[in-house]
């Protein structure tokens, strides 16, 4: 028992370190704990690619005379070893790991190879490469400058090569476009979903995976999430403008027409005048299909497969953690609905607030599809698998998308709540569509069955942080999950998003101990106005949730700024270690009014094993003034870790 709360221990402290950016320290921690495979993963992540590549060889515990034959896990990891060795420059050990699996003689590196052999192989459709330019590509690979070989291959048109060699330098971009440029537009996607968002051509990546997306005949959720940011804004170009279309039509083909709109009306945005997005919106206003117009699927292109990510993390054991906290997790969505809410508390709202809602529009008759219940089919597409949760305002179902062969979490609201949920839906999708981060929960779309509304969104495994609160959580599992909510949240921050129901029951632990963020549905968007304010709650009701809201939350929701999300913080850490709230009581209007006057009881009077800092950290968030607080989620996870590194 002390052996595997030790390695747990190990485990949180590489996991730790390696979010603090300490690649030494986080690799050591591993392979301490025993976690061969994330001591590499860290290494590579660093390009530390050789010592990488040493350490999965020693994962397999056997020479490489021994490697021919091998299968599954063991050939992945020798193949993913071969990468790291190319990627490091080592090319010779790389072919001979690669032919050491393969059971075969080992191939002499290209420069090695004679200058007829080579020449003879610079070939491309348009016929042979010219002398002088095979000559500068020989001379480039032989002083090893894959990079620049590559760039000139591609200029010369042989892609075949080009790709080839930037595959082995982990360059996503130029690889995905090659690959493109040569019609192998399943690997191009591939490569091209891997450019990172902040890339200096990300936006020309996400135009050309969405032509290959076409090409295929597929968009799944990774293509989904790679594009949205791109899609997010108005188009800059006339190509941007095509892709676009393309993407529209393809959400659309995919039943998301609610999504494939509004991609539509970002390319009205840029250009009124533009004839075919014009006729697709009148076409989708007469509630046509545009999903036709997408060309048919081809069959995909036969290729290699393509190398996995290194082993995951052995099962995430919580250091002191009792019988009942190491339960096997559960497979759920990544919020519970939400209980049937209170009577909301009244609070006067300013003048120009009091007005009426515009009328809703009224909505078609509800179709008599059958209840949902295991084993029936959602809008034609979902196949529902097993019951996940319930609340009263809905139920969340595993489902299987039958179109792109995967699971998801599917929130199907109460017919009598879904007319009064729409508005927070339609929210919480839009938000979705912007913030992409790890941190941060995915959902994909709404759609309608029968009278009742539904969003899909990202099926997780796990549990929410308030489900482990039997006992207070260890301090440094604490710090490891707020650290990480900080991350998802100062994403949302810098996009003038403010989530305004911040609690441990919004905060989800995967197995692995990667934290998603969920519930947008209240949340303060930039540019809202009070009519869209109005939309998410009812006029004079209370915006999120009594006991983790700020002062000036209560005050008036609509001006809060990040300050409120770092005060709601400051009530999760302290209820992590005291299982307690600071502000309790039976009244709600009690609790509200304890915020504003009150000041918090000291956690350690609570607890007090919490050490002072710790005290101080969640004091200061939870200061009345709100420029006393951190400044942003970045400060205070800097101050968190402070904290742990105390700890150690």
Known sequence: MSGSSSDAERLLRARTLEAEGDVEGASRAYLEAGSLGEAARVLADARRYTDAASLLLRSLDRPLTHLAGITGRDRRVAEKAADCYALAGEHELAERIRSAIEGRPSRPP???????????????????VDAARARMIDELVAGGRLGAAARVAWEAEDFDRAARWFLELGSHYEAGMCLADMSDFDRALEQLVQVPLD???????????????????????????????????????????????????????????????????????????????????????????????????????????????????????????????????????????????????????????????????????????????????VADRYR??????????????????????????????????????????????????????????????IGQHGASRFISMELLEGMALDEMFDQPIPLLDGLHYIVQVCAGLRVAHEHGIIHRDLKPSNFFVTESGLVKLTDFGVSKAPGSDSASERGLTQVGAIVGTPEYMSPEQIEDAASVTPASDVYSLGICLYEMYTLTCPFEHESRMQVLRMHHELPPPPPGDRNPHIPESMQAVILRCLAKEPAERFASATELARALRSVAQELR
Request: without cysteine.
């Open 110 to 128: 290209l420069s090695a190879r004679p200058r007829a052999v080579r020449e003879q192989g610079w070939r491309h459709p348009a016929g042979q």
């Open 199 to 377: 890339h200096k051509y990300y936006r020309r990546a996400a135009a050309r995976a969405i032509e290959a997306a076409r090409h295929v005949g597929r968009f799944d959720f990774e293509l989904d999430r790679f594009v949205s940011p791109f899609l997010w804004s108005p188009p800059r170009t006339d190509g941007e403008v095509s892709a676009y279309v393309i993407a529209a039509r393809l959400y659309a083909k995919g039943g998301f027409d609610a999504t494939a709109r509004e991609v539509l009306e970002r390319v009205a945005q840029h250009d009124p005048t533009h004839e075919e997005t014009r006729a697709l919106l009148e076409r989708m206003s007469g509630q046509g299909s545009i999903g036709s117009l997408v060309p048919p699927p081809r069959p995909a292109a036969r290729r290699a497969d393509s190398l996995p990510d290194l082993p995951p993390l052995d099962g995430y054991v919580r250091a002191s953690s009792t019988v009942s906290r190491t339960a096997a997790p559960r497979t759920r969505a990544p919020s519970q609905p939400p209980a049937p809410p209170a009577p909301a508390v009244p609070v006067v709202p300013p003048a120009a607030s009091r007005s009426e809602p515009p009328a809703r529009s009224p909505s078609p008759g509800p179709t008599e599809d059958p209840p949902v219940s295991p084993g029936s089919i």
């Open 384 to 445: 529902i698998v097993a019951q996940l949760g319930s609340g009263g305002m809905a139920l969340v179902w595993r489902a299987h998308d039958t179109e792109l062969g995967q699971d998801i979490a599917l929130k199907v609201m109460h017919p009598e709540a879904s007319e009064l949920w729409l508005p927070r839906f339609r929210q919480e999708l839009a938000l979705a569509r912007v913030l992409t981060h790890k941190n941060i929960v995915r959902v994909f779309d």
